[in-house]
């Protein structure tokens, strides 16, 4: 009777339980990201010393101040947080589903189907609110191309090498379509390609937001514990009552959206949806797709990314892609050396 | 889509089986010569395979300029790029023991476009002669970051394809990062960052050739020792080969191969991949035919690619970097798919 309930205990703590270590990593990033927002809140032409910006966002600030944060920096503040978790959990779950570290979004060909809608609409001269729906529909169809030329075998390396497949027609066709532009929208078109913040508004930070309630709560309720079994491997998944196949396709479903929205606000920021949840699985050491701690890793990483964005050159600032990209190239090659030692990649 | 051991020519009637490969080779002759006529031929102002004829020998002939002037050169480019190439993917496939290695899905090109897009935004150069030095040296780097990470046995096809891309990506975003900087080069640049042959003349040529026979030498010397050390380490030893020195071969091969194959038309992906995979069903693993199969077949490729491009696009082009990537990349999906 006693081995029979610690058995059942014990599977029941891991589920719901609390794994102290992915809390500790995911607080310490909240906190992180707190910091960062203050001194990015507070930072720029007008500087706000951390104290106000701290009373202003309680709302007890004056009214200068609080014109120069509610209007002007806090939607791209909001906007990096939001894109930032979406970008993380997304690629929690792609490499969860391909068992591998490096296979996220940006590499299996859905944040390049986002692009390169968005770049055709950039180059035929369309609004803004065109180019979002059109960055939404890419990345979902390429997610449902890769998912349905791969077939069944959604880890396999089947999976991850039509997606590369997918990535490298679809780059084809975004160079063909930056060929066809004329000087101004091409540099408007990279820079959107490069991803970058400026000028978001409540415009990007409010769909993002509403995705992220939408898709959060159901990767997190539905699909955290089921993607922790698979990763023992379908039959053990099956055998132990996950339902895989529609578990899979449920969870790809909503990385893809929370992906697609990404990109549609800030553009194909690279890497975050790669550094972010394999960070937070290094550090929390715990098995899963590490839902939880992977966002507020990502949200640190976007947010910190941003504000490095801004402030580090005295005369211009950069877009936030090229920070990442630069972040991204470093860690991406201390993965390759650390994780080839291991055998893992 | 595995390697396996060189199984060597069948003990029964091993003389018919090479003249077969050998008809097959004349055969491919062949058509990489129909493609040529077709590449002068194509254009702004159709050239019949006469005309052509006229205008490759015959300085008096109306068509002479066209030729020499435009199309040659250019097929003359795409010829050299196509081998490269094809080449240089056959020989790290069989470096690596890795049937998805080839230099445009492994960032080697996108290496060598990175050190481009600096020396040209950077440094202000625009000349095939300079870029040519920057894009071996960025071939050289990935290149043997390639094989550190796919070289050893534990690395499957698909998880060196992965890192492939994710280097890949890394050196996109930085180029796209250092075009940022600068609009006057994004427009310089931006034919040249998708791959093309529009801008090929003869001075381009002539600059590229020393590299690319280098290369080529290098590349089809190799193969002897190549297929050696396919049989592993302690096997190629035992039969005289070194492997560390054939390892240094290849590497240098395939850097002079791509290094210059890019800096002269921009990357280009799927060449390397798809060739040595197509012919391999008719020369089986061994290098001693497959490399030359592939060294004819490449350029077809590839010329045939910016034959369509021109067609299709006409009155402008389709750059050859996309239409490789929209009709090679259906090919790769479909290999994926075929192996298990």
């Known amino acids: 009777m006693t081995l029979a309930t610690l058995d059942k205990t014990r599977s029941i703590g891991s589920r719901v339980g609390v794994r102290p270590r992915a809390v500790a990593v995911g607080a310490l990033a909240l906190i992180g990201t707190?910091?960062?927002?203050?001194?990015?809140?507070?930072?720029?032409?007008?500087?706000?010393?951390?104290?106000?910006?701290?009373?202003?966002?309680?709302?007890?600030?004056?009214?200068?101040?609080?014109?120069?944060?509610?209007?002007?920096?806090?939607?791209?503040?909001?906007?990096?947080?939001?894109?930032?978790?979406?970008?993380?959990?997304?690629?929690?779950?792609?490499?969860?589903?391909?068992?591998?570290p490096l296979g996220s979004p940006d590499m299996l060909g859905v944040t390049n189907g986002a692009s390169t809608a968005a770049l055709a609409v950039v180059i035929l001269g369309g609004t803004s609110t065109q180019l979002s729906i059109a960055a939404v529909a890419g990345g979902l169809a390429a997610t449902l191309l890769v998912r349905l030329i791969a077939g069944r075998a959604l880890h396999g390396f089947r999976f991850i090498l039509v997606g590369i497949g997918m990535a490298a027609i679809l780059t084809g066709i975004s160079?063909?379509?930056?060929?066809?532009?004329?000087?101004?929208?091409?540099?408007?078109?990279?820079?959107?390609?490069?991803?970058?913040?400026?000028?978001?508004?409540?415009?990007?930070?409010?769909?993002?937001?509403?995705?992220?309630?939408?898709?959060?709560?159901?990767?997190?309720?539905?699909?955290?514990?089921?993607?922790?079994?698979?990763?023992?491997?379908?039959?053990?998944?099956?055998?132990?009552?996950?339902?895989?196949?529609?578990?899979?396709?449920?969870?790809?479903?909503?990385?893809?959206?929370?992906?697609?929205?990404?990109?549609?606000s800030a553009g194909p920021v690279l890497f975050v949806a790669l550094i972010a949840p394999h960070l937070a699985k290094r550090m929390s050491r715990a098995p899963g797709p590490n839902l939880l701690p992977s966002i507020a890793v990502g949200a640190l990483l976007l947010t910190g990314a941003d504000f490095l964005a801004q402030h580090a050159l005295d005369d211009q600032t950069l877009p936030v892609g090229v920070v990442t990209g630069l972040l991204g190239g470093g860690y991406l090659v201390w993965l390759l050396t650390t994780e080839r030692r291991a055998g893992r990649i | 889509m595995s390697t396996t051991a060189p199984t060597g020519p069948a003990?029964?009637?091993?003389?018919?089986?090479?003249?077969?490969?050998?008809?097959?080779?004349?055969?491919?002759?062949?058509?990489?010569?129909?493609?040529?006529?077709?590449?002068?031929?194509?254009?702004?102002?159709?050239?019949?395979?006469?005309?052509?004829?006229?205008?490759?020998?015959?300085?008096a002939s109306p068509s002479y300029r066209i030729v020499h002037e435009m199309r040659l050169p250019r097929t003359l480019l795409g010829l050299m790029v196509g081998m490269g190439l094809g080449l240089a993917g056959a020989i790290m496939q069989a470096l690596t023991r890795n049937p998805l290695a080839d230099p445009g899905l492994l960032g080697i090109n996108a290496g060598a476009s990175a050190a481009v897009a600096t020396a040209a935004v950077f440094f202000g150069v625009s000349t095939f002669f300079g870029y040519v030095w920057f894009a071996l040296a960025g071939a050289a780097i990935v290149t043997a970051m390639v094989y550190a990470v796919g070289g050893g046995r534990s690395a499957t096809p698909a998880r060196l394809a992965l890192a492939g891309a994710a280097l890949n990506a890394t050196l996109y975003s930085y180029v796209s990062a250092v075009l940022l900087s600068d609009t006057d080069s994004i427009d310089r640049l931006r034919f040249w960052t998708v791959g093309s042959l529009a801008s090929a003349d003869f001075a381009t040529v002539e600059r590229l050739l020393p590299f690319f026979a280098a290369g080529l030498l290098a590349g089809l010397l190799v193969a002897r020792p190549l297929n050696a050390l396919s049989l592993g380490d302690d096997a190629a030893r035992a039969l005289g080969a070194r492997p560390s020195l054939i390892r240094v071969a290849v590497i240098v091969a395939v850097t002079l191969l791509c290094g210059s194959a890019t800096a002269a038309c921009g990357p280009i992906v799927f060449i390397g991949l798809l060739i040595p995979h197509m012919v391999r069903p008719f020369t089986g693993p061994d290098l001693r035919w497959l490399l030359p199969y592939t060294a004819v077949l490449a350029p077809v490729l590839l010329l045939g690619a910016d034959v369509l491009g021109r067609v299709l696009g006409s009155p402008g082009e389709l750059q050859v970097g996309t239409v490789t990537a929209v009709l090679g990349g259906p090919l790769f999906l479909y290999l994926v798919r075929a192996a298990k």
Request: hydrophobic share 55%; aromatic share 8%.
């Open chain 1, 175 to 264: 160079g063909y379509l930056l060929t066809r532009g004329v000087q101004m929208e091409n540099a408007r078109a990279l820079l959107w390609l490069t991803g970058n913040l400026d000028g978001r508004d409540w415009g990007q930070a409010v769909p993002m937001a509403l995705v992220l309630a939408v898709v959060l709560p159901f990767l997190l309720l539905a699909c955290g514990p089921g993607l922790r079994i698979l990763e023992m491997g379908d039959d053990s998944a099956s055998a132990l009552g996950v339902p895989v196949s529609l578990l899979r396709n449920g969870a790809l479903l909503a990385a893809a959206l929370l992906i697609s929205f990404a990109a549609a």
């Open chain 1, 34 to 100: 707190f910091v960062v927002s203050v001194f990015g809140l507070g930072t720029g032409d007008f500087e706000i010393a951390p104290v106000d910006v701290v009373t202003t966002l309680f709302g007890e600030g004056n009214p200068a101040h609080e014109f120069i944060i509610g209007e002007l920096r806090l939607p791209r503040l909001i906007t990096a947080i939001l894109v930032g978790a979406a970008m993380a959990a997304s690629g929690a779950v792609f490499q969860s589903l391909v068992r591998n």
């Open chain 2, 11 to 59: 003990p029964a009637r091993p003389g018919r089986r090479s003249s077969v490969r050998l008809l097959g080779l004349l055969v491919a002759l062949a058509a990489l010569a129909a493609v040529a006529v077709l590449s002068i031929g194509f254009g702004a102002r159709f050239l019949s395979p006469g005309e052509v004829w006229a205008g490759l020998w015959d300085p």
